[in-house]
């Protein structure tokens, strides 16, 4: 087949085009520029270092390289929403949008348009025919970031490290020589310096007045503060005010208020999901006993499934309006979308 893989410059990607080249496909690798943010500090991605890297794994390896300026693409679907959804009191996955949106939706235009079969990625997720699946490797399991992938983008993706776990990935990369074999793994996001989100922000809009008050359930006040997007549900520390312990349950953006509580799950079972992208048809799942997860690599807590809603039996901790939720039945993904309330 005619593959385009997404070359990030990291040992995974490197490894499943070597592998793909290996099996006799007509491979080709291309390396999304996304942004111009700090690009070079250890433990990010998207560097001027990451795309000689990719392009070193593609001479090596034989097969064409080209670079694709997606800059505006990442701006509007990925730092303008991330703006937006702190400014709205919620707290946004930025690395759902760039995997789910970015590396997909608009990378797949793009290898369509250079006559691709399939499209390919490193990411640790195993696909077949439209539908989701965890990695054989838990530990290194990526479909929570997934979730925003629509069926029919998945039937034309492959991704070829879905079997295997990192030890077995690096032994691919040392045995095809690989510039990539030891590169350590990016573990922040990648275009916020020191991730301070905050800052990011408050730079982003300069104008908006972010302060306000901290109140408690009743409506007392119980203190100040300088910004109201600095703050995460269920957050405890940092908060500033006396007594409690205290937690962030609710942010009212609108009056720049955060609403503390003595205890970090208040609220009902009931999760309001809003984007919701299903892997398998609703009717299938409505009333069975599955699996949930707010934060990736978050623990999976047993829930059911309904038109707009997740009912857990007993409330994850900390979860927060704005980031994702997923659903499992065993290893497979039925459902993921974005928790509204």
Same mark, same amino acid.
């Not at 080709?28 to 990451?50: A, F, K, Q």
């Not at 070193?56 to 800059?71: A, E, H, R, T, W």
């Not at 045995?175 to 989100?197: P, Q, W, Y």
């Not at 009333?287 to 994850?316: D, Q, T």
């Given at each position: 087949?005619?593959?385009?893989?997404?070359?990030?410059?990291?040992?995974?990607?490197?490894?499943?085009?070597?592998?793909?080249?290996?099996?006799?496909?007509?491979?080709?690798?291309?390396?999304?520029?996304?942004?111009?943010?700090?690009?070079?500090?250890?433990?990010?991605?998207?560097?001027?270092?990451?795309?000689?890297?990719?392009?070193?794994?593609?001479?090596?390896?034989?097969?064409?390289?080209?670079?694709?300026?997606?800059?505006?693409?990442?701006?509007?679907?990925?730092?303008?929403?991330?703006?937006?959804?702190?400014?709205?009191?919620?707290?946004?996955?930025?690395?759902?949008?760039?995997?789910?949106?970015?590396?997909?939706?608009?990378?797949?235009?793009?290898?369509?348009?250079?006559?691709?079969?399939?499209?390919?990625?490193?990411?640790?997720?195993?696909?077949?025919?439209?539908?989701?699946?965890?990695?054989?490797?838990?530990?290194?399991? #990526?479909?929570?970031?997934?979730?925003?992938?629509?069926?029919?983008?998945?039937?034309?993706?492959?991704?070829?490290?879905?079997?295997?776990?990192?030890?077995?990935?690096? #032994?691919?990369?040392?045995?095809?020589?690989? /510039?990539?074999?030891?590169?350590?793994?990016?573990?922040?996001?990648?275009?916020?310096?020191?991730?301070?989100?905050?800052?990011?922000?408050?730079?982003?809009?300069?104008?908006?007045?972010?302060?306000?008050?901290?109140?408690?359930?009743?409506?007392?006040?119980?203190?100040?503060?300088?910004?109201?997007?600095?703050?995460?549900?269920?957050?405890?520390?940092?908060?500033?005010?006396?007594?409690?312990?205290?937690?962030?349950?609710?942010?009212?953006?609108?009056?720049?208020?955060?609403?503390?509580?003595?205890?970090?799950?208040?609220?009902?079972?009931?999760?309001?999901?809003?984007?919701?992208?299903?892997?398998?048809?609703?009717? #299938?799942?409505?009333?069975?006993?599955?699996?949930?997860?707010?934060?990736?690599?978050?623990?999976?807590?047993?829930?059911?499934?309904?038109?707009?809603?997740?009912?857990?039996?007993?409330?994850?901790?900390?979860?927060?309006?704005?980031?994702?939720? /997923?659903?499992?039945?065993?290893?497979?993904?039925?459902?993921?979308?974005?928790?509204?309330?």
């Amino acid at each position: 087949m005619r593959i385009v893989v997404a070359m990030s410059g990291g040992v995974d990607s490197s490894v499943a085009a070597a592998l793909l080249k290996e099996q006799g496909h007509e491979v080709c690798g291309i390396h999304m520029r996304l942004h111009t943010g700090n690009r070079s500090t250890p433990g990010r991605c998207c560097g001027v270092e990451d795309l000689l890297d990719a392009k070193s794994v593609c001479d090596k390896i034989g097969i064409p390289f080209y670079m694709l300026n997606m800059q505006d693409v990442f701006k509007r679907t990925v730092i303008d929403d991330l703006v937006k959804e702190y400014l709205g009191g919620r707290t946004p996955n930025p690395c759902v949008q760039c995997n789910g949106v970015v590396k997909f939706q608009a990378f797949m235009q793009k290898a369509k348009e250079l006559g691709a079969d399939v499209i390919a990625t490193g990411h640790y997720a195993r696909t077949h025919d439209g539908r989701l699946f965890t990695s054989r490797d838990l530990a290194k399991d #990526q479909s929570y970031f997934l979730h925003p992938v629509k069926p029919d983008v998945l039937r034309s993706t492959i991704f070829p490290l879905g079997e295997m776990d990192k030890n077995a990935v690096r #032994q691919h990369a040392r045995r095809f020589g690989l /510039v990539t074999a030891e590169k350590s793994e990016s573990m922040e996001v990648c275009f916020i310096s020191n991730d301070d989100h905050t800052s990011f922000v408050s730079d982003a809009v300069p104008d908006v007045d972010g302060t306000g008050q901290i109140l408690d359930k009743a409506g007392n006040v119980l203190g100040e503060h300088d910004c109201y997007w600095r703050f995460t549900i269920g957050q405890r520390k940092g908060l500033g005010i006396q007594g409690g312990p205290w937690y962030v349950i609710d942010i009212n953006a609108d009056k720049r208020q955060v609403i503390v509580d003595t205890s970090p799950t208040a609220g009902n079972l009931e999760v309001k999901v809003i984007k919701q992208n299903w892997f398998v048809p609703p009717e #299938q799942l409505l009333g069975r006993k599955l699996k949930g997860r707010v934060r990736h690599k978050g623990a999976l807590a047993p829930c059911v499934v309904m038109p707009g809603l997740v009912v857990f039996e007993s409330l994850p901790r900390s979860i927060t309006p704005g980031q994702s939720i /997923v659903v499992y039945d065993e290893d497979e993904v039925v459902m993921g979308g974005i928790i509204s309330r």
